[in-house]
């Protein structure tokens, strides 16, 4: 269970890993505010701690992922229920679902086009 943690460049070894769990699919768990991704593992949850013990806040976080053999991104997780906020898997306020696949794009241009 790889999650890897990215907040410049994905590198070749780093998305290697984070297609450990997946081979076709790789899970994104991204922090709108600061921009920083995390890929990879078995639960967005885990990648979601990981970007909260780096200082990350519960609200800024969204999940999603990209499927390697169609490059469709998807904006479709459980850590993105939110009562009374956003009442779906789906990530579904138009401005956070394009800043969460704004970022996912920007981190992986260079292996999903």
């Keep these: ?20 769990d997946y081979e076709s699919y790789i899970k994104l768990t991204i922090d709108i505010e600061q921009e920083k991704a995390a890929l990879g593992g078995e639960y967005h949850a885990d990648a979601e701690k990981l970007l909260l013990n780096q200082g990350s806040k519960q609200e800024n976080i969204w999940g999603g992922g990209v499927n390697l053999e169609t490059k469709q991104f998807e ?3 459980i850590i993105n229920l939110r009562p009374g906020k956003n ?15 704004k970022i996912a794009k920007k981190v992986l241009k260079n292996y999903v086009r």
């Design 75 to 77: 904006t479709n997780a």
């Design 1 to 20: 269970m790889a999650i890897i943690l990215v907040e410049d460049k994905l590198t070749k070894e780093d998305f290697q890993k984070a297609r450990e």
């Design 87 to 101: 009442d779906s898997p789906e990530i579904l306020d138009p401005q956070t679902r394009n800043d969460f696949l």
